[in-house]
């Protein structure tokens, strides 16, 4: 059983920053992904970027340059730093973790971006 643990949403003004971050425990092994998804109300979840077990770094176009996604292995936990947040970044952010088991997900938490 792997159980995700999401912290650091919130409410902030356009152009502001907070960082995310989702810690991972139970059976889970070195060689893994992880990253994080968003779904703003009546929106399809879309992936916002991704973290290979090589520390390869993905992200989705609307966030290129701003966001940027981390890990600590060894505290099987990961980070999404976003700066200058924009008002269509607002929405519920899950992460997620790859393994050979399956897919996990956090419980999500809520990123709100004033105008």
């Known amino acids: 059983q792997v159980q995700l643990v999401e912290s650091g949403g919130g409410l902030v003004q356009a152009g502001g920053s907070l960082r995310l971050s989702c810690a991972a425990s139970?059976?889970?092994?070195?060689?893994?992904?992880m990253g994080w998804y968003r779904q703003a109300p009546g929106k399809e979840r879309e992936l916002v970027a991704t973290?290979?077990?090589?520390?390869?770094?993905s992200y989705a176009g609307s966030v290129q340059g701003r966001f940027s996604v981390s890990r600590d292995t060894g505290k099987n936990t990961v980070f999404l730093q976003m700066n200058s947040l924009k008002p269509d970044d607002t929405a519920v952010y899950y992460c997620?973790?790859?393994?050979?088991?399956?897919?996990?997900w956090g419980q999500g938490t809520q990123v709100t971006v004033s105008s």
């Open positions: 139970g059976s889970i092994f070195r060689l893994y992904t």
């Open positions: 973290i290979s077990s090589g520390g390869v770094a």
């Open positions: 997620y973790i790859n393994l050979y088991t399956g897919v996990y």
